[in-house]
């Protein structure tokens, strides 16, 4: 997912949990599924820096040399500069792009 082109707001916005709720009749699941979404856009933004932060490393044998990379400096500002993954993964809940199921429903369903 390309994470500069999301409309998720930077900053913290206050929201009406019974709007957020209203697909799943449930506050507390749907605080769960936008919690999971969250933590898996974490892991794909802290891979994505690694990668590119691991392009510029530059390796030495004197430990205590440390060097400034500017472009590692660059790079590390702009992905402070995104919107955290919780405001990523709400706005994508908003816009209805999660999917999600509760097995334990569909098993009601059944019986």
């Given amino acids: 997912m390309d994470y500069k082109k999301t409309n998720a707001p930077t900053t913290t916005v206050t929201r009406d949990m019974m709007d957020l709720c209203a697909d799943t009749g ?3 699941e749907s605080v769960a599924i936008i919690g999971k979404r969250a933590n898996q856009i974490s892991v794909e933004i802290k891979s994505d820096l690694s990668k590119k932060l691991a392009e510029f490393a530059s390796y030495s044998d004197n430990m205590e040399e440390v060097f400034e990379n500017r472009e590692q400096i660059e790079i590390s500002r702009y992905y402070e500069k995104l919107p955290k993954p919780t405001l990523i993964a709400t706005q994508e ?19």
């Fill in 26 to 28: 449930n506050v507390y």
């Fill in 93 to 111: 809940y908003i816009e209805g792009k999660i999917y999600y199921r509760n097995p334990a429903k569909e098993k009601e369903k059944l019986q």
